[in-house]
């Protein structure tokens, strides 16, 4: 006998080093892969924000707050007159920690007019709600959790987990035999299972370092390697990993571990906001998260709920009237559990992209990141609705086969190249070919603005008024064949002033501008403007036949629209730790690279294709007063339909076509502008009100001659010229009118 004992311990003690060697290991390390969690833009509310009541409250239900008619607690709201009550969340952003709040914010129409402290009434400067999870980016394994710390986790929820699960906890040491028999009696009395016999330790061990096989030796080991944590780790810090660890889930192949993120995935709530019926439902599913899955099986799930609050009365952790009150209400569960799967595809992936310039992808996936980006939730679904309704009333109304049309679209603000949203496709909620970064296609007119930039940057040469030249015309391309331009309606005008060959769209007088001009130097400007593949020097790219994404026009159009400067589109704000430690800041990077005077008379210009121009549809869409710059873009056979345009707020860019690259029969006006028109009226913007340039001055110019305009002229039009550019010679009607005054004025004097 002393020999085998011997020959054990022998056996065992090495053993047992191991398991120790094992759990420290694992419990001092990385505990778990963290996925990288999204947000989006927090909205910021202000005295003068652009913002309705309506849009507000929006918000607020993306957030998953509550409306209710007295908001006392965080995550709460109610409809006041003229505006809302709010009780905000405590969010830890990457400047500062942003505390709960109770806020009365009151609108005059589409406008904050106050912002007040609910209850003091003092004005609040501002004051910026939590952020909107969009995404996450899970690791292989696809585990899912939102870690918490104990002191953040609310004491009932602890109590409940406790009294359910373990008794004896903070008196044991990993094991507790009384406990086996206890569960045995509770269960026996509740008619089900409510109660287990394994230490909250035996659990953790279990999931955490052990497999599933049920087996003596797997109980062995667990009940060594208990004893073994306990031994080395304080009571409330196994408590935490239990908390965290614990399965409580599960949609499709992604696994939801630990209370934190159960709250969300089951009540869209953070665990703080949650009542005494869910930590209840919460702890059950302890006991078999797919057993008692309260959206399969909420009957099931109702009556474990119930007896739960039952053992809670009997333990004294609630109050036998509060517990009646907790049984009478609903389960409280949401209708559908938040995807895992960003609502949001096509913005994920440009973020992605931007994140692998600067992460590994192992640490996207493991280390927590928290990512703060640029996306404006109200924005992006505006986008996607006004996409996807107007791509099904084209198909109906153009007889294009159904399922066919597709299309893409980015906004971005004008003042700092923050991309709003990104929409890859008419399935805006799908993952999948995201034509909004990887459809590079002809743009057509769209490159003509380049064009005429490159002119106006030689004044002495080439103004608004510059007669151009469109009559036919044919061109041989370096290889030797033959090109010969057409105008959209295939008729000349002869002799046009360049701002109203730009404002139509010709081809032709574009084509003889872009040649005499040096189609090197457009090429030259589009670079400037952020065109950064390579571009072949034939003539044909004078009028579009070059392929750019979306995304290529967007960082183009919206160098045009921020007066010359050129800023990389970004969709990442901040980047923190797990611990919400700053990572790294996306600071703007703004470098000048067209002069002002010719770029404000090319958005003139751009103004007059929606004024007057092949966009003038679109005031149909939008206010006859609103000021707005773009340009329709159209490519042979109808294959592609662009509209670029920009407001003093918003740029944004639309782009329908087919995959297979058949025609689909619609200019940039009759099928991208309207989306573009949709997009922008649903979202609201600013007028356009670009910054004069000193060395700009305002010339009344005839439009008949364009040449000075005056009295006695029948049309007269403002246009901007750069100081000394302007026409020096008054039109004849100047001088006739003058003579007519004169003539008019001495009839009433004799």
């Known amino acids: 006998m002393l020999f085998s004992l011997l020959t054990v311990l022998i056996t065992a003690v090495p053993y047992v080093v191991y398991l120790d060697h094992t759990v420290r290991t694992q419990f001092e390390g990385k505990r778990w892969a963290l996925p990288a969690r999204v947000y989006a833009r927090p909205l910021e509310l202000f005295q003068g924000a652009n913002l309705r009541a309506e849009q507000l409250a929006q918000e607020l239900a993306r957030l998953g707050y509550t409306s209710t008619a007295k908001p006392e607690t965080p995550g709460t709201f109610a409809r006041v007159p003229d505006g809302l009550r709010v009780v905000t969340r405590t969010f830890r952003f990457w400047d500062s920690t942003e505390p709960s709040l109770s806020v009365r914010v ?93 230490t909250l330790t035996q659990q953790l061990v279990k999931n955490f370092y052990l497999s599933s096989e049920r087996s003596l030796w797997r109980k062995l080991n667990e009940a060594i390697m208990s004893l073994l944590l306990e031994a080395h780790y304080s009571k409330d810090e196994i408590l935490e990993a239990y908390l965290n660890e614990v399965f409580l889930g599960q949609e499709g192949s992604r696994a939801i571990h630990g209370f934190g993120l159960a709250s969300q995935f089951y009540f869209n709530r953070p665990l703080t ?52 009150s907790a049984k009478t209400s609903a389960l409280g569960v949401t209708p559908r559990a938040p995807s895992g799967i960003s609502h949001y595809p096509a913005f994920m992936e440009l973020v992605r992209r931007q994140l692998r310039r600067d992460y590994k992808e192992e640490d996207l996936t493991s280390e927590g990141l928290q990512i703060f980006t640029t996306l404006d939730p109200r924005v992006q679904d505006s986008a996607d609705l006004a996409l996807s309704t107007r791509i099904a009333q ?302 700009i001055e305002m010339v009344m110019i005839d439009t008949a001659t364009h040449l000075r305009g005056g009295p006695g002229c029948s049309t007269v039009k403002p246009l901007p010229f750069i100081s000394g550019s302007a026409p020096q010679e008054d039109a004849p009607c100047v001088s006739s009118g003058v003579g007519n005054s004169l003539l008019q004025l001495l009839k009433k004097v004799f």
């Open 394 to 695: 084209l198909e109906k109304q153009y007889q294009i086969p159904a399922g066919q049309l597709e299309g893409a679209a980015l906004v971005t603000r004008t003042e700092n190249a923050e991309v709003l949203a990104v929409v890859g496709g008419r399935a805006t909620r799908y993952s999948g070919f995201n034509r909004a970064l990887d459809a590079a296609r002809p743009i057509g007119s769209l490159v003509k603005p380049a064009v005429y930039l490159t002119a106006l940057m030689q004044p002495q040469k080439y103004t608004l008024t510059t007669s151009l030249d469109d009559s036919p015309l044919t061109l041989k391309n370096p290889g030797g064949k033959v090109w010969t331009p057409r105008n959209y309606d295939h008729e000349y005008r002869g002799a046009v002033a360049l701002h109203t060959a730009l404002a139509h769209s010709l081809n032709v007088p574009t084509a003889r501008l872009g040649v005499d001009i040096g189609i090197p130097n457009v090429i030259r400007t589009l670079q400037k403007l952020g065109i950064e593949r390579t571009i072949p020097p034939y003539p044909s790219v004078l009028l579009g036949a070059v392929d750019l994404t979306p995304i290529e026009v967007t960082q183009m159009y919206q160098t045009l629209a921020s007066g010359g400067f050129r800023t990389p589109l970004r969709a990442i704000r901040e980047v923190l730790t797990a611990k919400g430690e700053p990572l790294q800041h996306y600071a703007l990077s703004i470098e000048q690279v067209i002069d002002p005077a010719p770029l404000f008379l090319v958005t003139n210009a751009m103004q007059e294709v929606v004024s007057a121009g092949t966009a003038r549809s679109l005031y149909t869409q939008l206010p006859a007063g609103l000021a707005l710059a773009g340009k329709t873009g159209t490519t042979d056979d109808l294959r592609d339909s662009w509209f670029a345009g920009f407001s003093g707020q918003h740029l944004a860019v639309a782009w329908l076509g087919r995959d297979d690259n058949n025609s689909i029969g619609l200019t940039g006006a009759s099928g991208a502008l309207r989306v573009w028109g949709d997009i922008i009226s649903r979202i609201g913007t600013q007028p356009l009100r670009p910054t004069q340039p000193a060395n």
């Open 273 to 324: 906001e949650l009542k005494p019926a869910h930590y209840a439902l919460l702890v059950g599913l302890v006991r078999g998260a797919s057993h008692y899955d309260p959206r399969r099986h909420p009957e099931r799930a109702l009556t474990l709920r119930n007896h739960i609050l039952d053992a809670l009365v009997e333990q004294g952790v609630l109050g036998a009237q509060e517990a009646a």
């Open 106 to 198: 009151v609108f005059d129409g589409d406008t904050v007019r106050t912002l007040r402290h609910a209850v003091t009434g003092a004005p609040l400067d501002l004051v910026r709600l939590d952020p909107l999870l969009i995404g996450s980016i899970y690791p292989s394994h696809q585990e899912d959790r939102v870690l918490v710390q104990i002191k953040e986790v609310p004491p009932l929820l602890i109590k409940t987990l406790l009294a359910v699960e373990d008794r004896h906890f903070y008196g044991h040491h990993g094991i507790d035999p009384f406990s086996i028999l206890r569960a045995m009696w509770v269960n026996l009395r509740a008619g089900s299972t409510v109660q287990g016999g394994s």
